[in-house]
């Protein structure tokens, strides 16, 4: 009762999605995201070191044909490692210590 219908959004998700693979979003948007989940992922005990060798994985992936559309619709994986290298992580707590903590309460 008084949804939209699945007939509805089912076209809105299919062009949405269209729309996202085809034009993707603002360069800006996504180095914002990258530092956004930069420092979410510090906060949260990750070693920047591992976001940095993620960003380098998918650089080297990238040049598969089957990566296409994320180089179509997002910077470089490479651009992406530039722009975060100034940003620096100081996680006090690495993971393994956080849980090892955790499991002492």
Request: net charge positive.
């Amino acid at each position: 009762g008084g949804g939209m219908g699945d007939e509805l959004a089912r076209k809105i998700s299919q062009k949405a999605m269209e729309v996202l693979l085809s034009k993707g979003l603002a360069k800006k948007d996504e180095f914002a995201s990258d530092e956004k989940g930069f420092i979410t992922a510090c906060r949260a005990g990750y070693s920047s070191a591992a976001y940095f060798e993620f960003l380098k994985k998918m650089d080297q992936i990238t040049s598969s044909p089957g990566m296409a559309v994320l180089v179509k619709t997002h910077p470089q994986p490479a651009t992406r490692l530039k722009e975060l290298q100034s940003e620096s992580c100081k996680a006090s707590v690495l993971l393994p210590e956080r849980y090892r903590e955790a499991l002492k309460r």
